[in-house]
């Protein structure tokens, strides 16, 4: 006779038969839940970024659109600025001459005809130019001086001193406190009119600029 209460030294085989996939889902926590919440939020947010970018972009086309019609609507003022400022320059360039020519210490028209009376019968004056020159070296404020180049022909030679001892003795550029100082130049005979080619130069001088000089 078998004692029950004696163990068996093996446990009973008991298969289970339970289909998993076909059990009910009692978890407390859905991991496919979490898992699908994560990718729409990063998906929101990629989205957030994108759009974000591209609003940036259309902003910054419109302000770069809106500054290119700015500049070109600027540059034809612009352009009549300039050129009214290029017409004021020419305009005070021209005042500036009339003012030098009117403040000059001779008037020209004037000093012509009465610098053609001097001139002795058999001299002529082919050309007469005038020049003011700087001179940087000069002591004090007598830095400007006055330069007349005369050229012409003369029969005889010492009608060329006739004529520079008219120049001297008719006192007709003592003005505005100048004097002049007269060097004259005379060239060899042409073989073919038989006269003598000369050139004559008058500079004036403020006198305050000798007196200075000694």
Same mark, same amino acid.
């Given at each position: 006779? &078998?004692? *029950?209460? /004696?163990?068996? @030294?093996? $446990?009973?085989? *008991?298969?289970?038969?339970?289909?998993?996939?076909?059990? $009910?889902?009692?978890?407390?926590?859905? /991991?496919?839940?979490?898992?699908? +919440? &994560?990718?729409?939020?990063?998906?929101?947010?990629?989205?957030?970024?994108?759009? #974000?970018?591209? !609003?940036?972009?259309?902003?910054?086309? =419109?302000?770069?659109?809106?500054? =290119?019609? *700015?500049?070109? @609507?600027?540059?034809?003022?612009?352009? @009549?600025?300039?050129?009214?400022?290029?017409?004021?320059?020419?305009?005070?360039?021209?005042?500036?001459?009339? #003012?030098?020519?009117?403040?000059?210490?001779?008037?020209?028209? &004037?000093?012509?005809?009465?610098?053609?009376?001097?001139? $002795?019968?058999?001299? /002529?004056?082919? @050309?007469?130019?005038?020049?003011?020159?700087?001179?940087?070296?000069?002591?004090?404020?007598?830095?400007?001086? !006055?330069?007349?180049?005369?050229?012409?022909?003369?029969?005889?030679?010492?009608?060329?001193?006739? +004529?520079?001892?008219?120049?001297?003795?008719?006192?007709?550029?003592? &003005?505005?406190?100048?004097?002049?100082?007269?060097?004259? /130049?005379?060239?060899?005979?042409?073989?073919?009119?038989?006269?003598?080619? !000369?050139?004559?130069?008058? #500079?004036?001088? $403020? =006198?305050?600029? =000798?007196?200075?000089?000694?």
């Amino acid at each position: 006779m &078998v004692n *029950r209460n /004696t163990k068996d @030294s093996h $446990p009973n085989w *008991r298969p289970n038969f339970c289909i998993t996939a076909a059990l $009910p889902d009692i978890k407390a926590v859905r /991991t496919n839940f979490i898992i699908n +919440f &994560v990718f729409v939020t990063a998906a929101l947010i990629f989205i957030f970024y994108a759009l #974000e970018r591209e !609003y940036r972009a259309y902003a910054l086309g =419109q302000r770069i659109t809106n500054m =290119q019609q *700015r500049i070109d @609507s600027d540059g034809v003022t612009n352009s @009549s600025h300039l050129k009214l400022s290029n017409d004021f320059k020419a305009a005070s360039l021209e005042i500036v001459d009339l #003012e030098r020519f009117f403040a000059a210490p001779l008037k020209v028209h &004037v000093f012509l005809a009465k610098f053609a009376e001097l001139c $002795p019968v058999g001299l /002529t004056i082919q @050309s007469i130019g005038f020049a003011e020159i700087f001179n940087k070296a000069a002591p004090g404020a007598s830095k400007v001086l !006055y330069r007349m180049n005369v050229s012409g022909e003369v029969d005889d030679p010492l009608m060329l001193d006739d +004529f520079k001892s008219a120049v001297e003795v008719s006192k007709l550029f003592e &003005v505005d406190r100048l004097k002049p100082e007269i060097n004259d /130049t005379l060239q060899a005979r042409n073989e073919i009119t038989r006269i003598f080619p !000369y050139r004559m130069s008058i #500079e004036l001088v $403020p =006198q305050e600029k =000798q007196k200075g000089a000694k």
